[in-house]
């Protein structure tokens, strides 16, 4: 009888242990869910990795810092801020196209992303003679040159076509404690997901 009890314990000790893992999601499926909530902005799923409670002001946070920086503040930083909702809306755009499990063993993992490219090509072209006139017509004040500047540079965004598809590869692990996938460099992969 105690050994058929202890039998009876043993059997389901390892059913219970092969339901939980089979609950735990693939490489791919985990690393998807998070270059989806990324390019989304998802609260509730990046709240899982334990980041941020507030993606919005936390990508606005870097965004208008780095963009005021990168353009010497030719624009004021409210104007940034309209700039980078428009990043924020355009990213939400983005699709990811695939993933793929390179290698994966135990808690370890590499994993190939595809997703959309943006032609960021767009933002840096010369001005077309439209636009050169809004431009000549706001030379006189720097506020209407700022202006002219802030609804350019969203209209170009807005307008920026899907180019094609870019690939990364990015190694990652799963976290036990927080049961999600994720990149061992997670500041990389945000840097290299956004750049794409």
Do not use: H
């Not at 965004?63 to 801020?81: G, M, R, S, Y």
Request: glycine share 4%; net charge negative.
């Amino acid at each position: 009888m105690k050994k058929n009890l202890a039998v009876s314990f043993i059997l389901i000790v390892c059913m219970l242990c092969a339901a939980c893992s089979l609950g735990r999601d693939k490489a791919d499926v985990g690393m998807k869910n998070l270059t989806q909530a990324l390019l989304t902005l998802d609260k509730n799923v990046l709240s899982q990795y334990g980041e941020t409670t507030d993606p919005e002001k936390d990508f606005m946070d870097t965004f208008v810092p780095t963009f005021q920086k990168a353009t010497n503040n030719a624009l004021t930083p409210e104007q940034a801020k309209q700039i980078g909702k428009t990043m924020i809306a355009r990213l939400a755009q983005v699709e990811v196209k695939s993933v793929s499990i390179v290698s994966e063993k135990d808690n370890s993992a590499e994993v190939k992303i595809t997703i959309d490219t943006l032609d960021g090509g767009a933002l840096e072209k010369e001005p077309s003679a439209e636009e050169n006139k809004k431009i000549q017509g706001a030379a006189a004040s720097e506020k209407a040159m700022q202006g002219v500047l802030t609804d350019l540079f969203i209209d170009r965004m807005n307008n920026a076509k899907k180019i094609g598809t870019s690939t990364m590869t990015v190694k990652c692990k799963y976290n036990e404690d927080k049961d999600v996938w994720e990149p061992l460099d997670m500041e990389k992969f945000i840097d290299d997901l956004y750049s794409n």
